[in-house]
């Protein structure tokens, strides 16, 4: 009986470990009407509904303001109060993009795209799509190499440069499918997420089919966020 006793309380010791983390993200919205002033329930990436397709997008220039962990949810084990960027190995500006059509098809060129930051425009540098079965293919390899390797060994950490293909041709899509989830690099460094910063995102110029956008520029606004993690 005192077994199972220790056991249960291990795994109920277990179960209270978590986490909180919030800080401040780009987030895009189209129109006059803006996005609301926090974001408790965080959707990544982000849904912009416009005339003929559904954009799914995000900016990887989110600011992480504090993190603290907590033995059950009481007794903190870990705090972080300075501003990180999530993606700090980020050496561009990066944005992810995916495409929705609607009742008739899409075609789009990604590397057309225009990105505002301020009063400066930014065209993209490159543009990727990731090879899902060559991700599974290297993380696989990567598995199988850890468990294979002394725990002296130290092995390299798989980057997602190595299962990404360049788009370099137009994308069509029928109605109703998606596009694949293109990443988009443009030749500026990341921008904090800042009421005193204007960051815009243009498709016009990338759509070929004449799809009336009454809602021209897709805008971000920064806002807080906040989740908890276990």
């Given amino acids: 009986m005192g077994f199972r006793v220790y056991v249960l309380l291990f795994f109920f010791l277990l179960s209270g470990c978590g986490g909180f983390r919030g800080g401040i993200e780009s987030v895009p919205y189209a129109g006059d009407i803006e996005p609301q002033q926090t974001s408790t329930n965080r959707t990544w990436p982000h849904e912009i509904i416009l005339p003929g397709l559904t954009a799914h997008l995000s900016l990887n220039n989110t600011i992480r303001t504090y993190q ?38 899409v075609t789009i060129d990604p590397r057309r795209l225009i990105l505002a930051v301020d009063d400066k425009e930014f065209r993209p540098t490159a543009v990727w799509v990731n090879n899902l079965q060559r991700e599974r293919q290297v993380i696989d390899a990567y598995v199988t190499a850890r468990r294979q390797a002394s725990p002296d060994q130290s092995l390299p950490i798989p980057r997602s440069s190595e299962w990404r293909d360049a788009v370099t041709a137009l994308v069509t899509i029928r109605p109703g499918e998606k596009s694949p989830r293109f990443v988009v690099t443009f030749s500026a460094p990341l921008p904090s997420p800042s009421p005193d910063r204007a960051l815009s995102l243009n498709l016009i110029p990338a759509i070929s089919e004449p799809i009336l956008f009454d809602k021209s520029l897709i805008r971000f606004k920064p806002l807080r966020w906040s989740e908890g993690y276990s």
């Fill in 68 to 105: 603290y962990e907590v033995m059950l949810y009481v007794l903190p084990t870990y705090l972080n109060f300075s501003d990180e960027f999530q993606h700090r190995d980020a050496e561009s500006l990066e944005l992810t993009l995916q495409i929705t059509a609607h009742n008739s098809g």
